[in-house]
């Protein structure tokens, strides 16, 4: 973070003058916001390790009933970019390669705690699909979801959602909530789109800089853009097929062929 940092931030002071607990503003936030904000993003805030966004800005300032420029003072060092200044905070880095495309979703996915949303039919890539089932077997308590846009592109993706089935029964459930959820979305219905998302960061690929064909470039997004997009999955998996037998997946692979 470029301000200056401070453990007795103006924005954390508000709080407390409030007599609120870091859960308690974050809930309140969100009911404004319908966000997805929690207590240790509200305490980065607060410390200056992460920027504020615009929304957030506001509804924070009606919930405390202090000014933008007194809240923040301590985000916004003079050092500060125009893109930080407008509080933006979503797009964190863009990724010109292949290599740092595959190591952020990596990054992405090895991050996730509480909700894992992958969308998309053209992975193959081993060491991400690796990682995505390393998280769900590590993690019990984390909620995977796995949208496809058709069947499969790749064997070898077609080969993870088995292993995905192998490793968690998609009607397991941790605290009330089921924790894998994969289905299709009919591509012909839908326009194609990619992302891996968890609570704290997203990367969404591109098509090349370069050439064509292929998706080798992409953007690593911030929180406040992360949440929009495990949102966003959970929508697209509610109007999806289920797919989460190991017949339904062999259908899919008998089906990979008719993709254009």
């Known amino acids: 973070m470029r301000g200056t940092t401070s453990t007795d931030s103006a924005l954390k002071r508000a709080r407390q003058e409030l007599s609120l607990t870091l859960e308690e503003a974050a809930a309140r936030l969100n009911k404004e916001t319908k966000g997805g904000t929690d207590a240790s993003l509200l305490s980065a805030w607060e410390s200056g390790r992460k920027r504020t966004g615009k929304k957030n800005r506001r509804a924070l300032c009606d919930l405390y009933r202090k000014r933008q420029e007194d809240l923040f003072a301590h985000q916004d060092g003079p050092d500060t970019t125009v893109s930080e200044a407008t509080g933006t905070d979503v797009e964190v880095r863009t ?37 995505i089932e390393t998280a769900v077997a590590q993690q019990p308590d984390l909620v995977h979801y796995r949208v496809l846009q058709g069947p499969p592109r790749h064997e070898e993706l077609a080969d993870h959602l088995v292993r995905l089935l192998e490793l968690r029964e998609p009607g397991e459930r941790r605290n009330g909530v089921r924790t894998l959820r994969i289905g299709v979305v009919d591509q012909r219905r839908a326009m194609e789109r990619s992302f891996v998302a968890s609570e704290s960061a997203a990367v969404v690929p591109l098509p090349s800089f370069y050439g064509v064909d292929g998706f080798d470039c992409g953007v690593l997004l911030g929180p406040e853009a992360a949440i929009g997009l495990v949102q966003h999955g959970r929508e697209a998996f509610a109007s999806a097929r289920p797919v989460e037998t190991l017949e339904a997946v062999r259908a899919l692979r008998g089906r990979r062929g008719t993709t254009s």
């Open 95 to 131: 990724l010109t390669r292949y290599t740092d495309l595959i190591e952020a979703m990596v990054e992405v996915t090895a991050g996730a705690r509480e909700h894992l949303v992958v969308m998309g039919s053209r992975s193959r890539e081993m060491s991400y699909l690796t990682a």
